[in-house]
């Protein structure tokens, strides 16, 4: 049972970026966050439970929670600290190191790895929704480049130590 609520994780990440994509095609960009938060909400959900059901994933769980903890962190830190990219690139090591260490169930896990992590990273931007980032300079910046780049480098990551791993299992065959 932990397991599958742990693979939810996967999902609920795979469900709010579907919703976030569904909201870019759909509504103007001035809509208000708290008009789209409903969909939102569905999207976390129907992921949630579809994992509950499905049960099975590793990297892609992993990924959610590394993409939210990360970005929860950034918007804390830029509340109590000055603004520093370095600390955003220092985070985004964490991420090669995290997701180094993961290994993956199958290749359906490797592909959602990213939307997982994006999926993570729309969640904490939510929690911090009423906060003002834009009055910090470069926060913004800093919160959105550790997004996108924390996905591009978890999947990076991730299919290179899955296919290390199965050309370590292939070689032992022959």
Not at 94 to 111: A, Q, T
């Amino acid at each position: 049972m932990r397991k599958r609520i742990l693979s939810s994780f996967r999902y609920s990440g795979l469900g709010l970026t579907i919703s976030f994509l569904i909201i870019l095609l759909i509504y103007p960009p001035y809509t208000s966050t708290r008009e789209l938060l409903p969909i939102y909400g569905l999207g976390l959900f129907f992921g949630a439970l579809f994992g509950l059901y499905k049960g099975k994933a590793n990297a892609g769980r992993y990924a959610f929670i590394v993409g939210f903890i990360l970005t929860l962190l950034l918007h804390v830190l830029w509340i109590k600290t000055e603004f520093s990219l370095t600390y955003s690139f220092s985070l985004l090591v964490v991420v090669v190191f995290v997701m180094g260490l993961i290994s993956p169930e199958d290749s359906l896990d490797i592909s959602i790895v990213p939307f997982a992590y994006f999926g993570g990273f729309i969640l904490a931007n939510l929690l911090f929704m009423n906060f003002n980032m834009y009055a910090i300079d470069g926060a913004v910046q800093s919160i959105i480049l550790t997004g996108i780049a924390g996905a591009v480098i978890a999947t990076v990551v991730i299919f290179l130590k899955s296919f290390l791993e199965n050309t370590a299992k292939l070689s032992a065959k022959i």
